[in-house]
């Protein structure tokens, strides 16, 4: 399958990768490496342009991403919960991601579109929430901008120093995760050090009962 996506990329260009990252920022978790890092490095090789490479992907992140905001939006929370087993968005997950969305709002909606696995999630309970579209579209696209620029640019070098990587989609995956471990691991302590201010915040803005 990896193969397919990998070859899709490379015929179809920009349509490509704004295509199958319009599907990996849905309920289809196909990985975002084996789009973006290739087509970064076929840019890089003057077959397309860098920045437009950024650019399809990011749009397509947002248009997969707003697919599911106003479909769970218009189905509501018991659809979801009933049948989104069968998306793989199983109802434990679906609680723990309204729960993170509730209390962090917009900066909660940016860090998931940081982290694998909860990118392609977090825009249905944010749909669900009936979370302001403004808001969530600005969120989005911020945060898939960003992690199509690291990832394009992770595929340049990457594939730069192992153009090997090319002929092994599985094996091309594998490297960029190892190589992003430290983008993914800054952006969960930037997401901890937020949660930890929030707390504090609102801890220093509850009323003390006078003794």
């Not at 920045?51 to 189905?75: E, F, H, K, M, P």
Request: glycine share 8%; aromatic share 12%; net charge positive.
């Amino acid at each position: 399958m990896l193969v397919s996506w990998f070859n899709f990329v490379r015929d179809w260009g920009y349509v490509g990768v704004f295509v199958l990252m319009a599907i990996e920022s849905s309920v289809v978790p196909i990985p975002s490496e084996v789009v973006m890092a290739p087509a970064a490095f076929w840019a890089a090789q003057g077959k397309m342009d860098f920045w437009l490479v950024v650019l399809a992907g990011t749009v397509g992140s947002y248009a997969g991403s707003l697919v599911s905001y106003v479909v769970s939006r218009a189905v509501g929370a018991p659809v979801v919960a009933r049948y989104g087993k069968y998306f793989l968005v199983p109802e434990k997950k679906l609680l723990l991601a309204e729960a993170w969305i509730t209390r962090y709002g917009v900066a909660g909606i940016f860090f998931s579109r940081l982290l694998p696995v909860v990118r392609h999630l977090i825009s249905i309970p944010a749909g669900i929430l009936k979370m302001n579209i403004v808001r969530f579209s600005a969120a989005t696209t911020l945060g898939a901008g960003l992690w199509c620029t690291i990832l394009s640019w992770w595929g340049v070098k990457v594939i730069g120093d192992r153009p090997d990587l090319l002929d092994s989609p599985e094996t091309l995956v594998a490297v960029c995760r190892d190589k992003l471990q430290w983008f993914v691991g800054a952006v969960i302590v930037l997401a901890a050090a937020y949660a930890l201010v929030m707390y504090v915040k609102r801890k220093q803005a509850t009323p003390v009962n006078a003794l």
